[in-house]
């Protein structure tokens, strides 16, 4: 699978569970309006809801140790 942002990351899972936005909404125990703003890419979301959302599909967000060397080089 290859790399894809969380908003299609999710749309993706979602569609391949036959879900719609509702169901998602309902199964997770989020607003539909969360599910809605998560898929069209908002920036400032809740991580937490953002994980509600996540172990529905047995996944979860956290933090990810980066190469210090690269940000560096990207900072150039």
């Given amino acids: 699978m290859k ?8 749309r993706a899972k979602r ?7 509702v169901e998602l909404s309902d199964k997770s125990g989020v607003g539909l309006r969360f599910v809605r703003e998560l898929e069209r890419g908002k920036i400032t979301l809740r991580l937490d809801k953002v ?3 996540l172990k529905l599909f047995g996944y979860q967000l956290g933090a990810v140790q980066l190469n210090r060397n690269t940000l560096l080089d990207e900072t150039s």
């Fill in 51 to 53: 994980n509600q959302v």
């Fill in 15 to 21: 569609k391949s569970l036959r879900l719609t936005q």
């Fill in 3 to 10: 790399n894809l942002d969380l908003n299609e990351f999710v």
